[in-house]
Structures are given as structure tokens and as C-alpha cells.
């Protein structure tokens, strides 16, 4: 995929070219209608590869993600709760906290300290959400990871650009099986 929306990084795999089905980057992917009733392997495992295999399964795809490396997965509710909540939420907004300030106060705090305030918060997701990760890693031999210091998405994405899911759903979709791993 392409990481902070860069040049698309399509892998070479050995035999590619003999390969006589549909080939094609993520940001060139047409949808999932095309696909209806057939067999779909996706090589990735970040939130465009998610994505894709979700609304692949949605349209009665049997599809596979194929992970070539860990990625930090993070619950889109978890993400809202214990690392946003207090800038992007309605009690933010009921404290005098709009959208604009919150940004101001996110984007003040220097890169180099960030990741000192983002550590404690994906300690917290850890334990809040110990269960989904452990039948993410152990049913599902799903690769996690925290980023290289433990400290989550922000960090992950301001340092690689790349390399992370925030779950709306595909994540159980892999647990359960639908989403071949």
C-alpha cells in the first residue's frame, strides 16, 4: 500500500507475471463487486488491506490477507476513548474544547516528548481490550505490535507512515475465520 497516502510500494513476487487473475494496488482496487463468488488474496495488513478484505467479505468473497509484517491494531472506540476523548469528544466539547483548540493542543505537543504522553494510553488499550488481542494473536496467529517503544498509532504513523489498523470490525471478521489469515 502506500503509507501516509505516498508512491504505491507494489511488491515483486516471484511468478507474478504468469499469474492470469486480477492484479492490482490498493488504491487502484475497483471495489468488491467484481469480485462476488470468487477467491481473493490480499497481501498487507494495514488499514487498506483491512478494509478491502472486509468489503470483500461483505459480498460474499472468500478472501485471505496475506501478513508479511506485525501491525498495531488499535479499536476505533479504545482509540476514542482513553486516546482522544479528552480533545475530540462531547464532553470535550461540553468543556469549551472545539474541534479547533483540540487540534491546536495535539499538533503544540513536540514529536520529540510525544511518545513519553502516548505510552500510558496504549498501556491502558492493552488491558482494556487484553481479550480481543489475545484471540487476535493466539486463535488467529494474528503479528501485533505497539510500535518500536510501545507507543501506539500516533507515533507509529508520524515515524513509518505505514504499519497500522484502526479496527472498525475487520479484526473480528479474522478472529472468527471469515477473513482467512
Excluded at 14 to 27: A, I, P, R, T
Excluded at 61 to 80: E, F, G, K, P, W
Excluded at 144 to 173: C, H, N, T
Aim: aromatic letters at 10%; a negative charge.
Amino acid at each position: 500500500a502506500t503509507g501516509m497516502s505516498g508512491k504505491a510500494n507494489v511488491p515483486d513476487f516471484l511468478g507474478m507475471e504468469k499469474f492470469k487473475g486480477d492484479q492490482h494496488h490498493s488504491s487502484r482496487h475497483p471495489g468488491p463487486d467484481a469480485y462476488k463468488g470468487k477467491k481473493a488474496l490480499v497481501i498487507g495488513s494495514n488499514n487498506s488491506a483491512h478494509d478491502i478484505c472486509a468489503a470483500l467479505w461483505e459480498n460474499d468473497v472468500d478472501v485471505t490477507m496475506v501478513q508479511r509484517s506485525s501491525t498495531h491494531v488499535v479499536r476505533s472506540d479504545t482509540l476514542m476513548d482513553i486516546g482522544l476523548g479528552a480533545l475530540y469528544s462531547e464532553q470535550a466539547v461540553a468543556n469549551g474544547v472545539t474541534t479547533n483548540k483540540a487540534d491546536m493542543i495535539f499538533a503544540s505537543l513536540p514529536y520529540h516528548i510525544m511518545h513519553e504522553f502516548q505510552i500510558p494510553l496504549y498501556d491502558k488499550m492493552k488491558v482494556v481490550d487484553k481479550a480481543f488481542y489475545a484471540e487476535l494473536e493466539q486463535k488467529a496467529g494474528f503479528q501485533l505490535d505497539w510500535g518500536a517503544d510501545g507507543s501506539g498509532l500516533f507515533m507509529k504513523y508520524l515515524r513509518r507512515g505505514s504499519g497500522y489498523y484502526i479496527d472498525i470490525g475487520a479484526s473480528q471478521l479474522i478472529i472468527d475465520g471469515d477473513i482467512k489469515l
